[in-house]
């Protein structure tokens, strides 16, 4: 069937007229290629070579997308960005992580906007998804693309529709979960709901102009991120007073208004990235943000909390940690995902060396060479789990769910198993030999 064209410079009437491209095809771009191809044209743009060929071969090794929406006649890959020089829409979902000294780094953002800045036409729209603090679209973006493309806004439209994608989770996907639009004026607005309309079932959820959007997708992260911190101050207060704290989670959710979260480490390219981009913004304006900052600092410690816990539990068997070998189930930011972006098992695994703990890794998602020479970690598979005098349970993958406490101790010989996930039996790893050390 021929789809439908557009005049040169003209707006698309219906959504069903856009043609779309989306630059960068990780875990946000990718999906969304692959929901919009179901209704109109599709180029997906990233500048990883192998990744364009690994996509347009019907692979996604991260498995995000099955090979059969990858195969849609409608989709196409390229790593080049000249392609795109006939969409109506392109939409930007690149990573914007923080710097070493956690300042925002907008490097992959500013160089996508030069490059669809390049190819920008009159009667285009750039929706941007990538979570940033309130401003940079309209005060970052915005200049590089008009300065790229010699128009100024109005001859093209400029919307943020920020992502809410939940890796590894099958059931909160992006046609089940309300989007956010907003504009730079109410046409942009109202064209940006059209088209977010032909894939999220959920519906849109239209805002007055674009900085709100930005501050309601950072704010989601920062009180998932305090929440949690929270949790883990409470954890180690606990702990001081001898008391369980997922007894004492259990027994205050009984109440109805109390809201549930764990304690644990937290990685990833969201919550442990994304308040500090908050809290940049509001140091350039004059304000110093407390709490939040606060909450960083607590999680950001707890991959040495835990190291503690676990050198202190040895140390408590009479194992000295220099000659101790240490195994670690799971090494990835979180359950059932293969994305170690900053994830704080990292920080755990060279605390314990640089206690002189020899530290295995059993990571199922994750290429055991890859485990070996970027993290310097000895891998090991779930069926040939080694000799440790402690094991460490950090992500309760679907993988590990047929470990039972006897068994681990017994094929391992641990004398320390640490649970952070609170998934074991104490009494079944007590019953085992082994000491029980949770968070």
């Known amino acids: ?71 849609q006649p ?25 710097t070493a000294a956690n300042t925002p780094d907008l490097s992959a953002l500013e160089a996508a906007s030069r490059q ?20 940079v679209t309209e005060e970052v973006c915005l200049p590089i693309l008009e300065g790229a493309s010699g128009l100024r ?13 939940n890796p590894g989770d099958r059931q909160h996907t992006l046609e089940n979960v309300v989007k956010i639009v907003s504009g730079h004026d109410h046409e ?25 959007a930005e501050a309601a997708k950072v704010i989601e992260n920062v009180q998932r991120d305090l929440n949690i911190a929270l949790m883990n101050e409470l954890a180690r207060i606990f702990a001081c007073m001898g008391l369980r704290t997922r007894e004492v989670l259990d027994a205050a959710a009984t109440k109805w208004n109390f809201h549930r979260y764990y304690p644990g480490l937290v990685g990833g390219h969201c919550i442990g990235v ?47 940690p220099r000659e101790a070998q240490v195994l670690l ?7 059932n995902v293969g994305d170690m972006r900053n994830s704080k098992a990292v920080d755990l695994a060279r605390y314990l060396q640089d206690f002189g703990c020899r530290v295995l890794v059993c990571e199922p998602l994750v290429d055991g060479k890859v485990l070996q020479e970027c993290y310097g970690v000895i891998p090991i598979q779930v069926e040939d789990l080694a000799p440790a005098d402690a094991v460490v349970l950090v992500n309760a993958h679907d993988a590990f769910a047929g470990i039972v406490e006897g068994e681990l101790v017994a094929r391992t010989g641990a004398k320390v198993v640490v649970d952070i996930k609170n998934r074991f039996s104490e009494e079944a790893v007590r019953r085992a030999g082994a000491d029980y050390v949770f968070l």
């Open 274 to 320: 994304d308040p500090y981009y908050l809290t940049h913004k509001a140091m350039l304006l004059g304000y110093h943000p407390e709490v939040i900052l606060a909450g960083r600092r607590i999680n950001d410690s707890m991959a040495h909390y835990i190291g503690e816990m676990t050198v202190r539990a040895l140390n408590n068997r009479g194992i000295l």
């Open 188 to 212: 942009a607005l109202e064209r940006c709901a059209r088209l977010y309309g032909l894939v999220v079932r959920a519906g849109v959820h239209r805002v007055r102009d674009i900085k709100t």
């Open 116 to 135: 669809v800045g390049s190819i920008l036409k009159p009667g285009m729209m750039v929706v941007y998804e990538s979570t940033v603090y309130p401003g």
């Open 329 to 335: 189930l799971g090494f990835t930011f979180k359950e």
């Open 1 to 71: 069937m021929k789809e439908p064209e557009v005049q040169a410079g003209a707006r698309p009437q219906r959504p069903e007229e856009e043609r779309v491209g989306v630059v960068g095809l990780g875990y946000v771009g990718l999906p969304l290629a692959a929901a919009f191809a179901r209704h109109v044209p599709v180029w997906g743009y990233d500048i990883r070579e192998a990744r364009v060929q690994e996509l347009s071969r019907g692979i996604d090794q991260r498995g995000d997308v099955t090979g059969e929406d990858l195969r």
């Open 153 to 165: 806004l109005g001859q093209f439209d400029l919307a943020y529709s920020p992502e809410r994608i």
């Open 74 to 98: 409608r989709l196409r890959f390229t790593a080049r960005i000249g392609d795109l020089a006939g969409c109506t829409t392109i939409i930007v979902a690149v990573p914007t992580p923080v």
